[in-house]
């Protein structure tokens, strides 16, 4: 049974900052694509950041120089350092991870997500 868990969700005021942590556990052969995704109310979810196995990362236009993304392959723990944070950005953030089982299947795994407040 593979889950993925998130912590560090929380209320911030604007201009602060947040750590997110997303931990893969479970039986599994490898972590391979990871990304953050946020589900605002009455919005759709969509791709906040991504990062791959050999850490090439992606974000979206809004979070560029804000947030950044990392990863430890060894814990297979993926990060989402946030600062400059913006009552925007309040969200539910989800992780997503696909992943490789012991038998070379792979599919996409999601967190239960974590609420990021931006209030003051």
């Known amino acids: 049974q593979v889950q993925l868990v998130e912590s560090g969700g929380g209320l911030v005021q604007p201009g602060g900052s947040l750590r997110l942590s997303c931990a893969a556990s479970?039986?599994?052969?490898?972590?391979?694509?990871m990304g953050w995704y946020r589900e605002a109310p009455g919005k759709q979810r969509g791709l906040v950041a991504s990062i791959t196995r050999d850490r090439s990362t992606t974000y979206v236009d809004s979070v560029k120089g804000r947030f950044t993304i990392s990863r430890d392959n060894a814990k297979n723990t993926m990060y989402l350092q946030m600062n400059s944070l913006k009552p925007e950005d309040t969200a539910v953030y989800y992780c997503?991870?696909?992943?490789?089982?012991?038998?070379?299947?792979?599919?996409?795994?999601w967190g239960q997500g974590t609420q990021v407040t931006v209030s003051s």
């Open positions: 479970g039986t599994f052969w490898r972590v391979l694509v």
């Open positions: 997503n991870a696909e992943i490789t089982s012991r038998d070379i299947s792979t599919k996409p795994y």
